[in-house]
């Protein structure tokens, strides 16, 4: 076993999980095998030719990739070991916070074609492709933004991927909306944390509002221009933004979830061109972060 694979341990919490048939109808083959060259790849950043031969054809390392990124069976694993962690009792529900990291994308990763595929049902590409692949212009150049909600273990809850220039606050609530663990004991998945902290970037009137409305008690300090504004409206502007310095102390543990998901390389950096082929990439960093112990 190289460093880096899965585990005995983590390969009977993973294995239960994982497609039986392939495509056409046929069994897959060796998922162990597989799974550990496309875990080195993602460790590594690597090109996926200059996969070590002790994984097998790059090709069908790269290819199991690609299908299990674009038929969202990536994301569907990462619900199932979350309700794993539920059983085990390992999910913090008492605080989760939300942030966002910018990731620099590869001269590789530019450049996908932007027209449509001809023919979904011919075509084995995905149906969800976006016109801007993921990438926009920042200050880092072509970058890719990663938004993410992370509970208190300092694991990935869920994330959404958007171009780099674009702000956090209008991405907040597709990202807790994407929170839904399955409780593996019956009814409906959890979506609604204890407590939900954020930094300044997060605090506005909409996303209060819906925080409020879903019942969600939330630590996001007040910007001084928001403050301002609130005070000059007078009656009209509300009631001041509840805040608790010693709560917003756990807001750390989203910034160390990123740094953990980062310590990835692929993810550090982006080297996939489409934007499904990343977005699995994450979630597969995210999944061995929660088959850890």
């Keep these: 076993m190289g460093r880096g694979d899965l585990t005995n341990a983590e390969w009977v919490r993973l294995e239960p999980h994982l497609p039986t048939f392939g ?44 299908r299990w990124s674009a038929d969202g069976t990536w994301d569907r694993i990462l619900h199932a070991v979350q309700a794993d962690a539920v059983l085990a009792g390992r999910i913090d529900w008492s605080m989760v916070s939300v942030d966002s990291t910018s990731c620099r994308a590869h001269q590789h990763a530019a450049g996908a074609r932007k027209k449509k595929p001809r023919s979904p049902e011919k075509s084995t590409t995905p149906r969800h492709h976006r016109p801007d692949e993921g990438l926009g212009r920042s200050r880092g150049g072509l970058t890719c933004k990663i938004h993410l909600a992370g509970e208190g273990g300092c694991r990935p809850m869920a994330f959404l991927l958007t171009p780099g220039q674009s702000g956090d606050s209008p991405q907040m609530i597709e990202v807790i909306e994407r929170v839904c663990v399955p409780r593996p004991q019956g009814g409906h998945p959890r979506t609604r944390p204890d407590h939900l902290g954020g930094d300044k970037a997060y605090s506005s009137r909409r996303n209060r509002r819906y925080l409020r409305r879903r019942q969600i008690k939330h630590t996001i300090p007040e910007p001084k221009d928001q403050r301002a504004n609130r005070k000059r409206r007078g009656s009209k502007g509300g009631r001041p933004a509840g805040f608790d310095s010693e709560i917003y102390k756990r807001r750390n543990e989203v910034e160390r979830t990123i740094n953990r998901l980062k310590n990835f390389r692929a993810v550090a950096a982006r080297y996939d061109k489409r934007a499904y082929a990343f977005h699995g990439t994450v979630a597969i960093a995210a999944i061995r972060l929660w088959l850890r112990p």
Excluded: A, C, M, Q
């Excluded at 495509?23 to 083959?29: A, E, K, M, T």
């Excluded at 998922?31 to 996969?51: A, C, Y």
């Design 23 to 66: 495509l056409r109808g046929g069994p897959w083959n060796d998922h162990r095998k597989v799974i550990n060259g496309i875990l080195f790849r993602v460790r590594t950043g690597i090109p996926w030719r200059d996969l070590p031969p002790r994984f097998g054809s790059w090709k069908t390392v790269y290819e199991r990739h690609r």
